[in-house]
């Protein structure tokens, strides 16, 4: 399967960004919904407010963002007076205010209002950021709408130091400027706007993924050419340097040096500056996290790559060339040390999984990796010869092949340094010897005469046999065995793109059905988990569905379903997958499932209106219907980013629960409170209701 692009789609990633910016002191915050002049009803709160406040985000959704919840006794009215100024003219404020949490207790709090705009300029949500500031409370410093200034009103202190509570203000105020400066686009602004004019609101939009001029998207057409580059001189590398230590060391002499050492030594040198160069452009190009998105930062680039294959690349890199350059002698050792250039074979296994998509490049690379294993093979065998030709043994010096090999030539050995035949005759008799071996069993003409190349022979033949097995006789079934899921998602893409083809589907359309095939398949990797459990006893597919389907069975209203119950409900959830802008809902269809986010995040639209956000751990969907009637959705529901769901239908919901009618009725009361968002059209308002009732009982029970 080709190498995928990642994830690129643009996103609203507002959340994740709040997220970022905000660390584990200061996470604690709302969104408002600015455009419903109702109360400014809650669309999301963060986890870190419901452990502030021991509310969870069931019982907050949908309440007015003044947070009335919160007030109680010490509860300033004059405080309320100004937030309710604040978010009715659409500006800012600071200050501090006293909140009581679920169970009574006081807590002091830091509030910061700021409006968030989209990227037309309009007001579209509101973010509150609250601040515990119990322990060091003393003086509170309130944002007067209107002017732009800060005025500190003191207030009576018996505890902590005032100092505390400006560090606070200043701690929020920076955060949330943090956030405006990365939801506003940069452009080039002079000195004297960036000293004196206010920052930017941050935006709740789109937007498309911006990158630095400098990074190199590992997916352009010039990185791919590039690869190519870099793997023809790897191979020049594997086929130069076991030559170079071989042969050229042998052959060097004061005759000998300046012809051969320095016949490659300006492609050499281009190599090495290739590679140097490669690694440079590691370091600004991009990769594809294990979450499947595209990382453009420059700085986990960096640590991704020098923590994979910059040491490897380094050493294969370094410039042993520039020796010859600045005439200096080089000994055999150097040559020796060149061999850890082989190393960058390593990447070609990296890279093995992108061009095994094209039958025609994978018998190449076979047929190259066979030659150059005779290559090596030659090479070593000349050393042999070499050696025995060196040696005192009279009797190993006369008979060895490359004694022979100069007879026949007539240019026979005086000595171990004068005579013999010339190189590139030697290289072409080692390569065919090992070449005829390797496919045969040789013809005789060079042949092994002493020990040493009788042994070696023993295993060039003993190789050649494994090479015929394995390369030769198994192509066909190689490649069946190792491309068989490749070859199937080629041939489900084909499918797809002749359907588009054929039926003349636009070009967005078709983009998105693209997209989807290629993310949902990165997910289950082309594997129907339905299909391949059917084989299975249900006591083994029920376990193996409840450990895929954890997530969702871990809600609380499935917290008193007996095991048993759990078991069947886990072999009727499905997965679903939805891109940036894909509807997952529409107004007005009929509901069949209730949706769990197991990740992304999605908003709920009614009219153009933002009525709640969905994140990670949220439940969407409805109650079920009394009677057998059809459930028809209030509003739209549209991914923000790419986001994976599961989803059990209506209808198996129902055949489970009437399995299990000692569940069924309280399924039925608690999936009021556990929706983070109810779709059923005309039950908000009773849903709210009913929170409201719950929460007032709850509330009864702990004061009696």
């Not at 996470?27 to 809650?42: D, E, K, T, V």
Request: with cysteine; charged share 20%.
């Amino acid at each position: 399967m080709p190498v995928m692009k990642g994830l690129l789609a643009p996103q609203n990633t507002f959340l994740d960004s709040i997220a970022n910016h905000f660390d584990g002191t200061h996470c604690n915050f709302l969104l408002g919904n600015a455009l419903s002049r109702h109360g400014y009803p809650i669309v999301y709160c963060s986890d870190g407010f419901c452990e502030l406040t021991g509310f969870a985000r069931t019982e907050v959704m949908q309440k007015s963002c003044t947070c009335g919840f919160l007030h109680g006794a010490e509860t300033s009215d004059s405080v309320l007076q100004q937030v309710h100024k604040a978010l009715e003219g659409q500006q800012e404020f600071q200050g501090e205010i006293c909140f009581y949490q679920k169970n009574g207790n006081q807590f002091w709090c830091f509030l910061d209002v700021v409006p968030i705009k989209n990227e037309k300029g309009e007001v579209v949500l509101f973010l509150l950021s609250f601040k515990d500031v119990s322990e060091s409370h003393g003086r509170s410093h309130c944002y007067t709408p209107g002017d732009g200034e800060l005025h500190a009103y003191p207030r009576p202190s018996h505890r902590g130091n005032p100092s505390d509570f400006s560090y606070v203000q200043e701690r929020g105020r920076t955060i949330l400027r943090h956030l405006s400066n990365f939801f506003t686009k940069r452009g080039k602004r002079n000195l004297t706007d960036g000293m004196f004019q206010k920052p930017s609101l941050p935006e709740y939009k789109v937007a498309a993924v911006e990158k630095s001029r400098f990074i190199l998207l590992h997916y352009s057409i010039f990185k791919a050419l590039w690869d190519w580059l870099i793997l023809l001189a790897t191979f020049y590398v594997a086929i130069t340097v076991p030559f170079n230590v071989c042969f050229v060391s042998h052959y060097e002499g004061p005759d000998h040096h300046s012809l051969v050492s320095r016949s490659t030594l300006g492609s050499d040198i281009a190599v090495e500056m290739l590679f140097m160069l490669d690694i440079f452009l590691n370091f600004r190009t991009t990769y594809v996290s294990q979450s499947g998105q595209v990382v453009y930062d420059a700085r986990p680039i960096c640590i991704h790559y020098c923590t994979t294959w910059f040491f490897v690349d380094l050493i294969a890199a370094l410039p042993f060339d520039l020796l010859y350059a600045f005439n200096i002698t080089v000994t055999s050792l150097v040559h020796l040390l060149k061999t850890v250039r082989l190393l960058r074979l390593l990447r070609l296994l990296q890279k093995l999984d992108r061009y095994s998509q094209y039958s025609a490049v994978v018998l190449t690379l076979l047929m190259s990796v066979f030659a150059l294993l005779a290559h090596w093979m030659a090479c070593i065998w000349y050393v042999i010869g070499r050696k025995e030709i060196e040696s005192s043994d009279p009797i190993t010096w006369d008979i060895g092949w490359l004694q022979e090999l100069g007879k026949r030539l007539e240019t026979p050995y005086v000595n171990s340094t004068v005579g013999g035949p010339s190189m590139p005759s030697a290289y072409i008799a080692s390569l065919y010897f090992t070449l005829s071996s390797l496919t045969s069993v040789g013809f005789g003409n060079v042949c092994a005469n002493t020990d040493a190349e009788k042994i070696f022979s023993v295993c060039i033949m003993l190789i050649g046999a494994l090479m015929h097995a394995v390369v030769f006789g198994n192509v066909t079934a190689i490649i069946q065995r190792m491309y068989s899921r490749r070859s199937l998602y080629h041939t489900r893409m084909k499918d797809l793109k002749d359907f588009i083809r054929v039926h003349r589907l636009p070009q967005q359309l078709k983009q998105r059905m693209l997209e989807n095939f290629q993310s949902t398949w990165s997910v289950n990797n082309g594997i129907n988990a339905n299909e391949l459990l059917r084989e299975f006893p249900d006591e083994l597919r029920a376990d193996v569905a409840m450990h895929l389907n954890k997530d969702i069975l871990q809600l609380p209203v499935f917290q008193r379903a007996s095991r048993g119950c759990l078991r069947s409900l886990s072999l009727h959830i499905k997965t679903s997958f939805c891109a940036p802008g894909e509807y997952l809902i529409r107004q007005g269809d009929a509901l069949h499932a209730n949706y769990f986010v197991c990740s992304g995040s999605l908003e709920v639209l009614k009219d153009g209106m933002v009525l709640a956000i969905l994140g990670k751990g949220d439940l969407i969907g409805s109650d079920l219907p009394v009677h057998e009637q059809v459930i028809k959705t209030n509003a739209d529901v549209k991914a923000l980013t790419y986001c994976d769901l599961q989803y059990i239908s209506v209808k198996a919901l129902k055949e489970v629960l009437g399995l299990y009618p000692e569940y069924s009725s309280r399924f039925s009361f608690d999936i009021h409170f556990n929706l983070t968002y109810n779709l059923r059209e005309g039950v908000v308002l009773l849903c709210l209701l009913m929170k409201n009732i719950f929460i007032l009982f709850t509330m009864y029970q702990l004061i009696i």
